[in-house]
């Protein structure tokens, strides 16, 4: 049971490049989110999604976009990178929406925005 | 404004001496409150949760302990491989399914 995969682990882009982080869960989990985690600042909800077709909004979604098209896949997008966006981005799930639920985290994918 | 907020920021602790990370919310409705473990590199790792004042939970040397306004995580004896951070994150009735994190404490253990 591989849990939740993120690739890359690593990348490097120049400002105004594209990119897509890709986020796969195996648990069958209806709730996927995506965060980042800078230094001093905690982690941080960029957008979220209750299922297939349905994606929202966190806390700090400028910049990227997200798709939710099976259950499994919930890649996020940066549409032209700024250094701003250089973190840790961390894809978490749920497997349901009771308070009981806790998220099972990927190991991140580190992004340098030069 | 935070509404989780973990003290110490950071922590150094000898092999073997116990110690607490606080984490106190402001939100009311607690639905639940989490206790995760970061080690370097590493994506979080679910510990506990906990959901009304009174409730205590148990790992091996980690125990979390919850009051209306705050929680508390206790490291008894704390070997070097405790050394982590410890993230601690809230849940409220009304809201999303999506909990709010503090900015944790980074533990380190020395031999």
């Known amino acids: 049971n591989a849990g939740v995969t993120q690739t890359p682990k690593f990348q490097v882009l120049k400002t105004g490049q594209s990119m897509t982080l890709q986020c796969a869960q195996d648990?069958?989990?209806?709730?996927m989110s995506w965060y980042r985690q800078d230094p001093g600042m905690g982690l941080r909800l960029i957008h979220y999604s209750v299922g297939a077709g349905i994606t929202d909004q966190g806390e700090v979604p400028n910049g990227y976009n997200v798709s939710r098209s099976t259950t499994e896949d919930f890649p996020l997008r940066l549409l032209s990178a700024a250094p701003s966006q250089t973190s840790v981005y961390f894809c978490?799930?749920?497997?349901?929406?009771?308070?009981?639920?806790?998220?099972?985290f990927g190991n991140g994918t580190r992004l340098t925005v030069t | 404004e935070d509404q989780v907020t973990q003290s110490p920021e950071a922590l150094r602790l000898q092999e073997g001496e116990s110690s607490s990370l606080n984490c106190s919310y402001t939100?009311?409705?607690?639905?639940?409150l989490f206790w995760y473990r970061q080690d370097p590199g590493k994506g979080p790792e679910f510990l506990f949760t906990l959901y009304s004042a009174g409730e205590e939970k148990e790992k091996e040397r980690l125990k979390a302990t919850l009051t209306k306004k705050e929680s508390f995580l206790h490291i008894t004896a704390p070997k070097p491989e405790d050394s982590a951070t410890y993230l601690c994150?809230?849940?409220?009735?009304?809201?999303?399914?999506?909990?709010?994190f503090g900015r944790g404490t980074s533990l380190i253990v020395h031999p």
């Open positions: 648990m069958n989990h209806e709730y």
């Open positions: 939100v009311s409705g607690l639905r639940g």
């Open positions: 994150a809230v849940r409220i009735s009304g809201g999303s399914y999506i909990p709010t």
């Open positions: 978490a799930s749920s497997d349901q929406g009771g308070h009981n639920s806790p998220l099972h």
